[in-house]
């Protein structure tokens, strides 16, 4: 197992920076996954510290040990390819044992065979040793790769979309296979992803970038329940939350979320004329009123077979409902929804990032 800290670390292609002074630090044993759309840098960054792209800027500490110009074989770390990158000559038990050739030659004591044979033993590829990687399906394939990383006893595995070549059935086995494998390795799993539903399932921690930058980082709980940004509360969740604009005023005291369509107290305090956004999550949303309050239109109903989600126009804004079928709306049907007030989220119109209360000024802060 190994720490990995990544301080400052840039990565330009020309005029076009790819990844923007990036600090992270992961901790031993940790799965921490890279979450975010196609170009906001992930992939880069993780090739950065696989040694496979030098940066630009910045360093990488492997256990403590400065590794940023460090040949990738001097790192320690195992990375597994989107595309598996199999030898399509060589059977599984050769590809799995192709890293052993190596070190046998410096250290002859070294069993290949047996080593093999126990990561096949770990993965479940006993019965499939001496076929080739055509003979294979998607998910088999996947667990070659993986066990080619494995054979080395890595300090880290670096996983790049790993199971983006796989269908919607074999993603969600190998996802719990992949998180069964790091719980009996207790490795250090550094993943990337597109897919907020492997990121939820998966990670210990979640670091969501966009545009080259670190938007935030924390436990999957952490990053759903309290979003450091509009990006981020759009990026995880589906259906995506619904963000409404608003204003905040105070009268008598009482602050207020006031938009079209919109009501949200927040308490006593004072804070006026400032624009904001107000988020709201399918499933935290009710039919019915109550001190919150959100009236729309509905635009489309969604039916999910065990749930269904209707789609509403508020204001200039829209928000989806999310509850058990029937829901009993049909589009054009004026609803009233409300919720907890503590599942509400406000953000800045202007930056997008959280705002949050703060008691001892009487008024929201970012």
Known sequence: MSRIQIEGLTRRFGDVTAVDGISLDVADGEFLVLLGPSGCGKSTLLRMVAGLTPPTGGR????????????????????????????????????????????????????????????????????????????LSGGQRQRVALGRALVRDPGAFLL????????????????????????????????????????????????????GRLEQVGTPEEVYDAPASTFVAGFIGSPAIGLLPARLSSVDGALRAVGDGVEVPLGAGEDHGRDVL?????????????????????????NLGGEEVAHLDVGAGRIALRGPRPLDLAVGDPVALTCDPARVHLFSATGGRRLVRTPSRDTVAA
């Open 278 to 302: 107000v988020g709201v999550r399918p499933e935290h949303l009710r039919l019915g009123a109550g001190d919150v309050q959100f009236r729309g239109t509905v635009r489309h109903v969604e």
């Open 160 to 211: 790049d979309e790993p199971l983006s070549n796989l269908d919607a059935t074999l993603r969600t086995a190998t996802r719990a296979e992949l998180t069964d494998l790091h719980r009996r390795l207790r490795s250090t799993f550094v993943y990337v992803t597109h897919d907020q539903v492997e990121a939820m399932t998966m990670a210990t921690r979640i670091a969501v970038l966009n545009g």
């Open 60 to 135: 990488i500490l492997l256990d403590g040990r400065d590794i940023t110009s460090a040949a990738p074989r001097e790192r320690d770390l195992a990375m597994v390819f989107q595309s598996y990158a199999l030898y399509p000559h060589l059977t599984v038990a050769k590809n799995i044992g192709f890293p052993l050739r190596t070190r046998r030659r410096r250290d002859p004591r070294i069993d290949a065979d047996a080593k093999v044979a126990e990561v096949a033993s770990v993965l479940g590829l006993e019965d499939l040793l001496d076929r080739r990687p055509k003979a």
